[in-house]
């Protein structure tokens, strides 16, 4: 008896508590009484194709075949078209003429928002009363979401300033303060510093979250227009966030021109 | 009786060797669920070394005023005219007191290193380590930009030391925030916005062959402490030279209102002959956390690598 007393002693040094190796019981509503959106997520959409509905066709890279094409989606934009001004249109066009230069995922560049989102990549929620911390596996992107606003974005940046509140069970999300470079898709959507988005994050049941982004920007488009789509938690067991930390992927492709030459 | 003065003598030792027992007695606020509050947005900053200077080889602790004649002469130094003969040298140089970040003050503890033990504030390296970080240092002055892999993981925007883990003070930005929920700790690292997500709930690391340039994390509390065990690292992080079987201990408390003492441990036997601790005082500062989009800026690789070529150039043409 002593001796198994002295042995679990042992154990109990070299290994974690037993407590904590039990199953912590996910509550719907965290302890301030607000909506748990704590978790990792997902979405399933081809969004980061292109946001407009389309047919599957080939991809920009005839070695990678099948790999490469594009998978068809039905588009999650609300009425289909995004209104761009007619100017802008040329642009977009000239974006996805040369998108595999100018496509700042091609370059592992920050996904800015709402692209974070819908990326091919598990985010987690890190949600306490006054901060929601976001982060996002693609490029190790972060943002923090300010429960109480901190006033005008001190600085343009890629994933903009996120102001939250709720409203009923809904994590409304004000995002200015964004520079000009992210785009919204890999067809080359677009916008302007000018861009402001509101995100609305409503709990589905348990394991899924309705996501809607209203996008307006008045240098780009004629009138604010909104994409929604579902997102859904990972329930792998012991899921967790991994590294894609890209810049190492694309330093030959950015960087390589200037490589020094082995001489033959 | 004996039992008692027994039990007074532990509790004593372990008071002892944990911190001053000044600073055992704060009492951190709680978490609406429970834990220990360290949330907040915290610097590491300082002017005291990793290391402990040579000039001070016997000297654990500054007296006040050796301290603020080192803090007189670290920003001194950081001013000084240190342009360099080649680009990268050149560009690590092109930075004085007015970007520096690392704050006008050494530790509160004015210790003379962030090492706590060894006693001498060295890192304890084995003859192999030593050859090993001797032989890198080599390969790097014989190449110094052939390519982006030879350039410093922080000019590449792949990783820096700020973030580590272990987390050290790094040139500037060297800011984190921490939230907290029941079953996750999460550090938001300035530079380069990267993102410490630490579960709590005693799940096993990652199997062996899954390596990260962080390391993978598994927290637990112990008392008001978040200890954190990092295991699975990546050998192109190589932390002050170690192999890729690096195993990491940090130690968060709040030891005052103002301060999150960080302490660690690093273990290594390939490189280090002992298990080696530092601890720094984290202290509050009023944030904001900014992004710093260090890649998408990086205009310094095409920079010293044109460079290079440059001069590669200049020289065959026997200029």
């Known amino acids: ?264 | 009786m004996a039992t008692r003065l027994w039990i007074v003598i532990v509790i004593g030792a372990a008071c002892l060797s944990a911190q001053s027992p000044k600073t055992a007695k704060f009492v951190p606020s709680r978490t609406a669920f429970g834990q220990p509050d360290l949330q907040g947005v915290w610097t590491n900053a300082t002017l005291t070394p990793l290391e402990r200077p040579a000039a001070l080889a016997s000297k654990a602790f500054f007296t006040p005023a050796e301290a603020g004649a080192f803090e007189k002469q670290a920003q001194e130094s950081n001013n000084r005219d240190r342009r360099g003969t080649d680009a990268t040298s050149d560009l690590a140089g092109a930075y004085n007191q007015a970007w520096f970040d690392r704050g006008t003050k050494v530790v509160s503890t004015l210790r003379t290193s962030l090492i706590v033990d060894p006693d001498d504030g060295k890192i304890p390296y084995t003859a192999d380590g030593r050859k090993r970080l001797s032989a890198a240092a080599d390969f790097a002055r014989a190449h110094p930009a052939d390519g982006p892999e030879d350039l410093a993981l922080a000019d590449r925007c792949l990783l820096w030391a700020t973030a580590g883990p272990p987390m050290l003070p790094g040139p500037y930005n060297s800011n984190y925030q921490i939230f907290q929920t029941p079953e996750y700790v999460a550090i938001l690292v300035e530079m380069i916005h990267d993102v410490r997500i630490i579960p709590l709930d005693g799940r096993p690391h990652l199997a062996s062959g899954m390596r990260e340039w962080l390391g993978d994390s598994r927290g637990h509390w112990e008392g008001n402490t978040l200890v954190v065990e990092t295991t699975n690292f990546t050998y192109k992080s190589h932390f002050r030279g170690a192999t890729e079987n690096m195993r990491l201990i940090e130690r968060f408390t709040r030891t005052d209102a103002d301060t999150l003492t960080y302490d660690f441990t690093v273990e290594d036997p390939a490189t280090f002959l002992k298990p080696w601790s530092a601890s720094i005082p984290m202290t509050k500062s009023p944030g904001p956390i900014y992004e710093y989009a260090c890649h998408e800026g990086n205009y310094a690789i095409p920079g010293i690598l044109g460079g290079a070529r440059a001069q590669e150039a200049a020289a065959k043409g026997g200029k």
């Open chain 1, 1 to 264: 008896m002593i001796a198994v007393a002295a042995a679990a002693g042992v154990l109990s040094l070299a290994a974690p508590p037993v407590a904590a190796q039990t199953t912590i019981a996910r509550s719907a509503r965290t302890a301030d009484g607000k909506p748990n959106l704590n978790g990792i997520w997902q979405v399933l959409t081809e969004a980061n194709w292109d946001l407009q509905g389309h047919a599957a066709a080939a991809g920009p890279i005839i070695q990678l075949g099948a790999i490469g094409a594009m998978p068809p989606g039905l588009g999650v934009v609300e009425g289909e078209e995004i209104p761009y001004k007619p100017e802008a249109v040329a642009k977009r066009k000239a974006n996805f003429a040369d998108r595999l230069k100018l496509d700042p995922e091609v370059k592992c560049y920050l996904p800015g928002v709402p692209r974070a989102t819908y990326m091919p990549f598990p985010f987690q929620i890190v949600q306490t009363p006054q901060f929601i911390l976001i982060s996002y596996e693609y490029a190790s992107a972060a943002r923090t979401i300010y429960m109480k606003d901190p006033g005008p974005a001190p600085v343009d940046s890629w994933m903009g300033q996120s102001v939250g509140h709720w409203d009923g069970d809904t994590l409304v999300v004000d995002v200015t303060g964004f520079n000009d470079q992210s785009w919204f898709d890999r067809a080359g959507d677009y916008h302007s510093d000018a861009l402001h988005v509101v995100e609305r994050y409503t709990p589905h049941g348990p394991d899924s979250l309705m996501y809607e982004a209203t996008i307006e920007d008045k240098n780009v488009f004629t009138k604010p227009w909104k994409i929604s789509m579902p997102v859904y938690r990972r329930l792998e067991k012991n899921v967790q966030l991994m590294e894609f930390k890209c810049v190492e992927f694309v330093e030959e492709l950015m960087y390589g021109e200037y490589r020094k030459k082995v001489a033959k």
